[in-house]
């Protein structure tokens, strides 16, 4: 069993849509472990996608990410890193299958609705930048 991080955007809270994505991330087999709704700080934001900061909309990212509340969770299942990372769909929502959240519910590449670890080192270390150990009940 495997734990990934999973964020709904505040492009996605705006609209009041947290439930449907939750629903789709529960109907692929993921359970949601931990959750919390989270209006980050620009310094979070940057925090936590340090690894883009040299990218050109490294900028727009932070601002975006700031600009809303965000609900920040952890989910589990089998292979859930990747199982996540299917159901949420291409970055961007013109190149997303359909079905996928971002098909459905992304506005555009940057306001994608939703963020999910894509690998078993940045899911740990994403889990750890939002929740304590005891804040997950699995
Ligand atoms: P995450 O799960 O959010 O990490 O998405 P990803 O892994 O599919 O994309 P990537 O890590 O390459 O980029 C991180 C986030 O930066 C994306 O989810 C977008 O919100 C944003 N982003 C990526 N490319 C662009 C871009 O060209 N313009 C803008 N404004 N934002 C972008
Ligand atoms: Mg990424």
Request: aromatic content about 8%; charged content about 30%.
């Amino acid at each position: 069993i495997e734990r990934t991080f999973s964020m709904i955007k505040p492009d996605a809270t705006r609209r009041n849509i947290t439930g449907a994505i939750v629903k789709m991330l529960e109907e692929a087999g993921l359970k949601v472990v931990a959750s919390k709704r989270v209006w980050m700080s620009r310094r979070e934001a940057e925090g936590f996608y340090a690894v883009h900061k040299e990218r050109p909309f490294f900028n727009e990212l932070v601002e975006f990410m700031s600009s809303g509340p965000t609900v920040v969770q952890v989910l589990e299942g089998e292979n859930a890193i990747a199982k996540n990372r299917e159901v949420m769909g291409a970055t961007n929502p013109k190149d997303a299958a359909e079905g996928t959240i971002r098909k459905l519910h992304a506005l555009s590449i940057g306001e994608n609705s939703v963020h999910g670890s894509d690998a078993a080192e940045t899911a740990k270390v994403e889990i750890a930048y939002w929740f304590s150990e005891t804040e997950i009940v699995g």
